[in-house]
């Protein structure tokens, strides 16, 4: 079984520019997560989906937002990059809900010049 | 709300014993811990719900104490594979599927 997939593994982006994100869970899961992981500050909540709806939101900006395709698959968008959004963004799937074993992806790299 | 974990980091010597703790303000309704090894994503390793029942994977076991919103993971007899930085994620009593980390707790073990 495949796990968690994240393209691209890595991204270079400049200041106000805006990048999109994809996650392909482990197939029949049906809950994406999305974490933002910085040095000192552990893994940050950005939204869960679920078939397609939004269920949770962190406290992030509007300019993080996110979506969920009817095949589970989900992309998340950042608009008007800051320097400050460089991370390491984290995609995580699991059957149905977040109250579950969590599997990762392996995550995409982003620096923003 | 991000669960508190205590120590930041540790260094133990391999055959060693070490607790990490994770600890929160409001009520909880789990507790999930998870390893991540430089360069890898996070791993699963256990989920303790509301109840107080201890779990166990290999060496490594957990606890849950409701009254005082506080979980510890224990690492008996360490071995280098356990290195690696240890993550509690909580979920709290009425906000149902959303999972906050805590900063996490570096861990390394020498021979």
């Known amino acids: 079984k495949a796990g968690v997939t994240q393209t691209p593994r890595y991204l270079i982006k400049t200041r106000g520019q805006q990048v999109t994100l994809s996650c392909s869970p482990i197939?029949?899961?049906?809950?994406v997560s999305w974490y933002q992981q910085t040095p000192g500050q552990g893994l940050q909540f950005l939204f869960e989906?679920?078939?397609?709806?939004?269920?949770n939101k962190g406290n992030f900006p509007g300019r993080f937002s996110g979506r969920q395709f009817s095949n589970s698959r989900s992309e998340m968008n950042v608009s008007t990059l800051e320097l400050g959004d460089s991370a390491l963004y984290l995609c995580?799937?699991?059957?149905?809900?977040?109250?579950?074993?969590?599997?990762f992806g392996s995550g995409t790299q982003l620096s923003v010049l | 709300q991000q669960p508190v974990q205590s120590p930041q980091a540790v260094i133990l010597r391999e055959g060693e014993d070490a607790v990490i703790n994770c600890s929160s303000s409001?009520?909880?309704?789990?507790v999930h811990w998870y390893r991540q090894k430089h360069g890898e994503a996070p791993v699963f390793l256990m989920i303790?719900?509301?109840?107080?029942e201890q779990k166990g994977h290999d060496k490594i076991s957990a606890s849950f104490n409701e009254k005082k919103q506080q979980s510890s993971l224990y690492l008996t007899a360490s071995q280098l594979s356990y290195s690696g930085t240890y993550f509690c994620?909580?979920?709290?009593?009425?906000?149902?599927?959303?999972?906050?980390f805590g900063t996490g707790t570096r861990l390394q073990v020498t021979l």
């Open positions: 303790l719900l509301k109840g107080g």
């Open positions: 197939s029949g899961h049906r809950s």
């Open positions: 409001k009520a909880l309704y789990s």
């Open positions: 994620g909580t979920e709290l009593t009425g906000t149902a599927s959303k999972l906050t």
């Open positions: 995580a799937s699991s059957l149905s809900s977040t109250n579950e074993k969590l599997f």
């Open positions: 989906y679920f078939s397609e709806t939004q269920r």
